[in-house]
């Protein structure tokens, strides 16, 4: 069930930094409050959004649910967001998807971060909704280009590069180990020096 609260069901907050899972990751815990990744990020920003009712979505592998998903992270958002208030987004794989499919539903996002998100050329951001895209990804990240079929843009990695929007590829090893489309949620992958993607997140 994707999980859509209305307005009335809490109390509205001026900024919020939440996550978006991907496809098949539904049952994992790295998204949901006090995971080590979920650690991470709230050790960097204030206004993460832990309560019970924080956005979720099946995580189904088609168009249809990532659609649906879409219409209820803007629905979500419109009821726990103060209106103009902040918000940034933090979603692996096809999570991205369903953000960049939420710009077209009128969803504004001020900082929007993709993590291995497969890019196809029928999930692009609004930029007019949208005040800064980090994307970041794996160079040799085969989940991702898999995922960016049969609509690929390019490899299926990067967007077009402007001035909100910023192509953040990941080159390093870690402990002689390549990184990989799941270690983007990582938080020692964020903290390693030679990414800090840390350093990105807006600290409301």
Same mark, same amino acid.
């Given at each position: 069930m994707v999980q859509s609260l209305g307005a009335g069901h809490t109390q509205k907050r001026k900024s919020i930094t939440t996550v978006v899972h991907g496809t098949g990751a539904a049952h994992l815990d790295w998204w949901r409050p006090n995971s080590s990744f979920m650690n991470?990020?709230?050790?960097? @920003?204030?206004?993460?959004?832990?309560? =019970?009712? *924080?956005f979720r979505w099946p995580g189904a592998n088609n168009d249809k649910d990532r659609r649906r998903a879409a219409r209820?992270?803007? &629905?979500?958002?419109?009821?726990?967001?103060? !209106?103009?208030?902040?918000?940034?987004l933090i979603?692996? /794989?096809?999570?991205?998807?369903?953000?960049?499919?939420?710009?077209?539903? &009128?969803?504004? $996002?001020?900082?929007?971060i993709l993590l291995g998100t497969? $890019?196809?050329?029928? *999930?692009? =951001?609004?930029?007019? %909704? @949208?005040?800064?895209?980090?994307?970041?990804?794996? !160079?040799?990240? $085969?989940?991702?280009?898999?995922? /960016?079929? !049969?609509? %690929?843009r390019?490899?299926?990695?990067?967007?077009? &590069?402007?001035?909100?929007?910023?192509? %953040? !590829? $990941?080159?390093? %090893?870690i402990g002689g180990i390549k990184q990989s489309h799941s270690?983007?949620?990582?938080?020692?992958v964020w903290i390693d020096p030679a990414n800090r993607l840390d350093q990105m997140l807006w600290k409301f």
């Open positions: 991470g990020v709230a050790s960097q @920003v204030r206004n993460l959004y832990t309560s =019970p009712d *924080y209820a992270l803007v &629905d979500w958002v419109n009821g726990h967001l103060e !209106p103009r208030g902040y918000l940034q979603c692996h /794989s096809h999570g991205g998807n369903v953000a960049m499919l939420a710009t077209e539903l &009128d969803l504004n $996002i001020s900082h929007l497969p $890019i196809r050329t029928e *999930y692009t =951001p609004n930029l007019k %909704r @949208v005040w800064t895209v980090n994307n970041v990804y794996v !160079p040799w990240d $085969i989940v991702q280009t898999a995922g /960016s079929l !049969p609509y %690929r390019g490899e299926g990695r990067a967007l077009a &590069d402007t001035n909100k929007l910023f192509n %953040r !590829p $990941i080159q390093n %090893r270690d983007l949620h990582d938080w020692k």
